[in-house]
């Protein structure tokens, strides 16, 4: 069974800064994929941004150029830096592993950002 265990959620304030991770308790170089991806509430889930293994990488419009996604394969985890926050970034941060059967999730941390 894996887990993928997030942290580093939080309050901040529009125009601030978070740094979200992820860890996997097995190497991520086993996953085609790893992302993050969100819910606000009373929305559907939708994503953020992704990694492959390959590490190509794909970012949701809404957040290019203010989120990076980074990950450390030694230390089996991936990472979201979110500069330039804005109230609609408020969600629950979700981090995701896929494989060729199977889709993991993390259980989510909070991010709000406060106008």
């Known amino acids: 069974q894996v887990q993928l265990v997030e942290s580093g959620g939080g309050l901040v304030q529009a125009g601030g800064s978070l740094r979200l991770s992820c860890v996997a308790s097995?190497?991520?170089?086993?996953?085609?994929?790893m992302g993050w991806y969100r819910q606000a509430p009373g929305k559907q889930r939708e994503l953020v941004t992704t990694i492959s293994s390959g590490g190509r990488i794909n970012y949701a419009d809404s957040v290019l150029g203010r989120f990076t996604i980074s990950r450390d394969i030694a230390k089996n985890g991936v990472y979201l830096q979110m500069n330039s926050l804005k109230p609609e970034d408020t969600a629950v941060y979700y981090c995701?592993?896929?494989?060729?059967?199977?889709?993991?999730w993390g259980q989510g941390t909070q991010v709000t950002v406060s106008s």
């Open positions: 995701g592993a896929q494989t060729l059967r199977y889709e993991y």
């Open positions: 097995r190497t991520i170089s086993s996953f085609n994929a």
